[in-house]
């Protein structure tokens, strides 16, 4: 089983499929109006193929089922690169083992994969018969948080989005294919923080909280500022644009910061990077104390089942960490520089990545103890620790971020703000109205029109 998936066009300029595919429709647009409280998603499962991309440099997805549905997609001609990213155009293609495809039926939920190699955010759901993907473009997605109600936070290169969820809409994104999917995440606020090399997010009592590795704090969003610094490490003296002990990783806990990753425990430009195999640590976030030391590169930690969970990403491990003394124990071990952990009952989602640029990452125990690095997300039993699914891509993209399970939405749908879509998905709290072309009357004043109700 294998599927691919590229660059596409609107459905007037389909992207190219192999030899023997039936081709993947475009998107459609339906308007009309929902009636309905929030929450009030429409429809069953269908075997469907997923949309081709529309415009906006963004991914189409597409789906396989037990049997296999190998499809793929090419980039358009003449479709912009990112200079930063030089593979993001390049075709995507990932390959799930049988038990992530028996694995994803069963969890009630659906993945959201970040990747800022590619420049993509990724959602795996299922529909019933088959795991689908939608792909979006963004630039350099990083940290991803799952808030209340299902609502989505998302670290870019410049800003901080906010997106919520459009049930009462998703059933009609497209005109040709109704019910493909059971949310719409539109993007409903973006903060304009700059460039502050944001890791992870995470939702807590007082809102979000963002790791600041280039001011080497935590912080939190503002109207009148780029950021508000929140909490620093007690060997930071002072908050500086110098990423001097690359903190990246926030474990909430109550619904308040509890600890902290970070790659060296150093105050000057950098100064991690030349102790980066051994220096990495965990922090309290109440005592600022170090609670663990001799870390190769540790990322994620999470609070999860009353127990601290990091991934020591260097050494491709996943450690249980006790917050007392500081006892580090190995949960798993696998073949990638691990970043992003989520979970769901009693398994751990795992992002895998490749070893790409060498300046960093070169020189890490994961890279010489296997012949080969995988890319994909990681199934993993926490009650035995033994891997029992994954999903790999095995061309196009090679380094992950983050990794999120998002409960009770199996055909997820995501907007960038590229996408026409995003303009035409008007949301209130007890309804929501499709705005196209299609449903809009001509005035007999040249330039005037209305917008049809209907329901």
């Known amino acids: 089983m294998n599927y691919a998936t590229g660059l596409g066009e609107d459905a007037k300029n389909k992207p190219q499929q192999p030899q023997g595919k039936p081709p993947i429709p475009g998107p459609g647009s339906q308007g009309q109006r929902q009636q309905g409280g929030p929450g009030q998603g429409q429809g069953g499962p269908r075997r469907q193929r997923q949309p081709s991309g529309v415009p906006g440099n963004t991914y189409g997805g597409g789906g396989y089922g037990p049997q296999g549905n190998p499809y793929g997609q090419k980039r358009p001609e003449g479709a912009p690169k990112d200079e930063n990213h030089p593979n993001a155009g390049e075709t ?22 970040t990747t800022y190699q590619a420049g993509k955010v990724a959602l795996v759901g299922w529909d ?10 963004f630039e350099k997605p990083m940290g991803f948080a799952v808030g209340p109600n299902n ?3 998302l670290a870019t290169r410049h800003d901080l989005m906010l997106f919520a969820n459009g049930p009462l809409l998703a059933g009609d994104y497209l005109e040709n294919e109704k019910n493909k999917y059971d949310s719409l995440f539109l993007p409903r606020a973006s903060y304009h ?20 590795t280039r001011f080497s704090c935590l912080s939190q969003l503002s109207n009148e500022f780029n950021f ?13 644009p110098e990423d001097r002990c690359h903190l990246n990783g926030l474990a909430m806990r109550d619904g308040k910061p509890a600890f902290v990753t ?48 990091v991934l020591n990403s260097g050494k491709g491990e996943m450690l249980q960490v006790d917050p007392k003394d500081g006892k580090q124990t190995v949960v798993c071990e696998l073949p990638g520089f691990l970043r992003g952990l989520s979970f769901a009952g009693p ?33 993993v039993d926490l009650r035995t620790g033994k891997e029992v699914a994954n999903l790999e891509f095995t061309s196009g993209c090679v380094e992950l971020y983050d990794v999120q399970f998002i409960k009770n939405i199996m055909k997820p749908n995501i907007l960038n703000l590229l996408k026409p879509q995003a303009r035409q998905a008007f949301v209130a709290p007890d ?18 029109t209305d917008p049809v109700k209907q329901g």
């Open 228 to 240: 508000v610094p929140k909490w620093q490490p007690k060997f930071i003296s002072m908050l500086a």
């Open 347 to 379: 398994y751990a989602l795992i992002g895998m990545g490749k070893i790409r640029e060498k300046h960093i990452f070169g020189g890490l125990p994961v890279g010489t103890k296997y012949p080969k690095l995988l890319c994909g997300v990681s199934i």
């Open 193 to 212: 923080t700059g460039d502050l090399a944001t890791h992870d997010l995470a939702f807590g009592d007082d809102g979000l909280w963002l790791v600041n």
């Open 92 to 113: 995507i293609a990932c390959q799930p083992t049988e038990g992530f495809v028996s694995w994803l039926a069963q969890a009630k939920g659906s993945l959201a994969i």
């Open 128 to 137: 019933g018969k088959q795991v689908t993907m939608v792909m979006r473009q």
């Open 431 to 448: 309804f929501s109205y499709w705005l196209r072309p299609s449903n809009v009357i001509q005035d007999d004043k040249p330039g005037v």
């Open 262 to 309: 970070a790659l060296g425990e150093t105050d000057v430009v950098g100064g991690w990077r030349p102790t980066k195999a051994t220096g990495g640590v965990v922090m309290d976030v109440a005592s600022k104390e170090v609670i663990t030391r001799g870390l190769c590169m540790p990322h994620s930690p999470r609070w999860y089942d009353g127990k601290l969970w």
């Open 151 to 153: 609502r989505l936070a």
